[in-house]
């Protein structure tokens, strides 16, 4: 059998590209906010429905870009529960992590623990709509309200996903999508940072470019960050698509769901009332104990068969030993016992139901 692995690249058709990217030849224009990259800005300010989006090389420079806007040694309260990049991004900025836990259902980080943790060198709270599962944002947003703090949220997993109504990408002070090519929206590399306070505009554009405003003075210390032609244009097909690849990977995540649901042992999030999800991870955790035994069981086994789920996410990132000794790591049992037991099941355009139902049949076994 041919391998499976957690995600697959999605692809728009070829001719759709070579199309596409044809007047570049003419044009010469390769980089440097060229017309592609402008037109893939002002279609995803149409998706995404929000005031400003700004496209970076990947979605971890513009987490960058958003966390060097505060002052070197704020506290950030944030979660270990994610992907290395939320917790480095901050670390390269100069920011403390402070380490908050998770809530169980939906693995994101807990309203209820962060006031404890709130000291006067925090600016920011930094929570991850992880798997796509929005945050309990409204209760977050109370706190941060209360104690005058900023919400940047990493939505790296949550491309078009709605809660209420409201598109994920307006709600915080600014939100980070990635469009990795393992993402459910891709440009290869890349991804944005959104906002609604359009003071954010002048240094974020200017981190993105060396620190220059205009042609010669460079205001502030920054990097190089831009996305090229080449890799917009590959946003700009792929976006006709978008909404049919969430459709497909819906058929997926729902066989997952309906074999799995129930199983003892075996627990997986429950549906969010109210959210339009995009299906970005399909992840289940084996709960009989409390240690990685199941878990790994699993994955050994599936391996076996050539299907490769991944731990996403474990180790947290507070256990990270690029850490060791540079701040004091609070504990959080939950998000610790949550990446013990997760496995991020096979979620992509190139599974079928079959495939799904074939795998819950063989985790059933090692159960
Ligand atoms: C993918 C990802 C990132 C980083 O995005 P890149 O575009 O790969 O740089 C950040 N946070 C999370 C949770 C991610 O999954």
């Given at each position: 059998m041919k391998p499976i692995y957690v995600v697959q690249p999605s692809l728009p058709p070829y001719e759709e590209f070579i199309e596409e990217i044809k007047d570049l030849w003419d044009s010469r224009i390769l980089t440097h906010y060229g017309p592609k990259h402008q037109a893939l800005e002002k279609k995803l300010v149409d998706y995404l429905k929000v005031g400003n989006v700004e496209i970076f090389v990947n979605g971890h420079m513009a987490l960058e870009a958003i966390f060097n806007q505060y002052p070197k040694g704020s506290e950030v309260i944030t979660t270990p529960y994610t992907y290395a990049s939320t917790?480095?991004?901050?670390?390269?900025?100069?920011?403390?992590?402070?380490?908050?836990?998770?809530?169980?259902?939906?693995?994101?980080?807990?309203?209820?623990?962060?006031?404890?943790?709130?000291?006067?060198?925090?600016?920011?709270?930094?929570?991850?709509?992880?798997?796509?599962?929005?945050?309990?944002?409204?209760?977050?947003?109370?706190?941060?309200?209360?104690?005058?703090?900023?919400?940047?949220?990493?939505?790296?997993?949550?491309?078009?996903?709605?809660?209420?109504?409201?598109?994920?990408?307006?709600?915080?002070?600014?939100?980070?999508?990635?469009?990795?090519?393992?993402?459910?929206?891709?440009?290869?590399?890349?991804?944005?940072?959104?906002?609604?306070?359009?003071?954010?505009?002048?240094?974020?554009e200017a981190w993105r470019m060396y620190g220059m405003q205009g042609k010669e003075n460079a205001s502030l210390v920054g990097t190089n960050a831009k996305m090229t032609e080449m890799h917009a244009a590959m946003g700009l097909c792929n976006l006709k698509y978008v909404d049919r690849e969430i459709g497909i990977r819906e058929q997926i995540a729902k066989t997952y769901r309906r074999e799995l649901e129930g199983v003892e042992g075996v627990k997986i999030c429950p549906v969010q009332e109210g959210v339009r999800s995009n299906y970005a991870y399909f992840p289940v955790l084996f709960t009989k104990d409390e240690t990685t035994a199941v878990r790994d069981a699993v994955a050994d086994h599936l391996g076996q068969l050539n299907i490769f789920p991944r731990k996403y996410f474990y180790p947290i990132t507070s256990e990270f030993d690029a850490y060791k000794g540079m701040f004091e790591i609070q504990p959080t049992p939950i998000a610790s016992v949550a990446s013990n037991q997760v496995l991020t099941l096979p979620l992509h355009t190139g599974l079928t139901v079959e495939d799904a139902k074939y795998i819950c049949d063989e985790i059933k076994k090692v159960l």
């Open positions: 917790t480095q991004a901050m670390v390269r900025a100069g920011l403390v992590p402070v380490f908050c836990d998770i809530e169980p259902d939906w693995l994101t980080l807990d309203p209820t623990k962060i006031e404890a943790l709130i000291t006067d060198k925090t600016k920011l709270i930094a929570p991850v709509h992880v798997y796509g599962n929005v945050c309990r944002y409204k209760e977050i947003d109370e706190v941060a309200k209360k104690h005058g703090l900023d919400v940047v949220y990493d939505a790296a997993h949550a491309f078009g996903v709605f809660a209420d109504g409201t598109s994920v990408a307006a709600i915080g002070t600014a939100a980070m999508f990635s469009f990795h090519a393992t993402k459910v929206f891709n440009t290869v590399e890349g991804g944005c940072l959104t906002f609604g306070n359009d003071a954010l505009r002048t240094p974020i």
